[in-house]
């Protein structure tokens, strides 16, 4: 069993930046492939990034590559994500996921999730 808190939403003016933790409970964290994914009002939940147990290989949706970064330090039992160059767009409510042995970009591999924090990109 995983329990997975997110922290570090907020409110951000378009262009701004924010930094999402994911804490991790358990001594496995390394074992479990991580992701981020986000849902904005009246959408389906969407794959934002996801990162291997090492953190050797990470996964990008297209609509935040070059923008977003994903990192893990497993000595913390955390995951980060961090969103640089914010639009309006990235709205949503942030979830992360884990997934035992390897990361996905499919919303039904993961077996655990957190219950969401909440970004908002002002205009």
């Known amino acids: 069993q995983v329990q997975l808190v997110e922290s570090g939403g907020g409110l951000v003016q378009a262009g701004g930046s924010l930094r999402l933790s994911c804490a991790a409970s358990?001594?496995?964290?390394?074992?479990?492939?991580m992701g981020w994914f986000r849902q904005a009002p009246g959408k389906e939940r969407e794959f934002v990034a996801a990162?291997?147990?090492?953190?050797?290989?990470?996964y990008y949706a297209v609509s935040v590559k070059g923008r977003f970064t994903i990192s893990r330090d497993n000595a913390k039992n955390t995951v980060y994500l961090q969103m640089n160059s914010l639009k309006p767009e990235d709205t949503a409510v942030y979830y992360c996921?884990?997934?035992?042995?390897?990361?996905?970009?499919?919303?039904?591999?993961?077996?655990?999730w957190g219950q969401g924090t909440q970004v908002t990109v002002s205009s």
């Open positions: 996921a884990a997934r035992l042995w390897v990361a996905g970009t499919g919303i039904s591999e993961y077996d655990y």
């Open positions: 358990g001594r496995t964290f390394s074992s479990y492939g």
């Open positions: 990162i291997s147990r090492s953190g050797g290989s990470t």
